[in-house]
Nanobody, 129 residues
Framework: QVQLVESGGGLVQAGGSLRLSCAAS????????MGWFRQAPGKEREFVVA????????YIADSVKGRFTISRDNAKNTVYLQMNSLKPEDTAVYYC??????????????????????WGQGTQVTVSS
């Protein structure tokens, strides 16, 4: 029902910035709560940031709070992850995820991987020191 494609990853020096994009296709993108997760080799998939489908509420993991922000442009069917002050520990494959939101309020966000219905293929972010 929705397909997600991440872009914007790459190699960046510590302290630098990247903006990841997740372009969605399919119907009713505006009715999907969105999240970003990351996974390093040998590690579990880790929650990073989430946003409600209304865009009014966001949640940011403590590990990236103050450095990363999530936003969405429903008109463009795109969600963004702005990453500033990058650290080597941020190196991972970053995935966007979508969950169909049945609530009409649009205020809910989700932090668990099992709460999402659709996933992109990921984009590599490598931070050098």
């Amino acid at each position: 029902q929705v397909q997600l494609v991440e872009s914007g990853g790459g190699l960046v020096q510590a302290g630098g910035s990247l903006r990841l994009s997740c372009a969605a296709s399919g119907r009713t993108f505006s009715r999907y709560a969105m999240g970003w997760f990351r996974q390093a080799p040998g590690k579990e998939r880790e929650f990073v940031v989430a946003i409600s489908w209304s865009g009014d509420n966001t949640y940011i993991a403590d590990s990236v709070k103050g450095r990363f922000t999530i936003s969405r442009d429903n008109a463009k069917n795109t969600v963004y992850l702005q990453m500033n002050s990058l650290k080597p520990e941020d190196t991972a494959v970053y995935y966007c995820a979508a969950r169909f939101e049945r609530s009409l309020s649009g205020s809910s966000y989700y932090i668990g991987p099992d709460e999402y219905d659709y996933w992109g293929q990921g984009t590599q972010v490598t931070v050098s020191s």
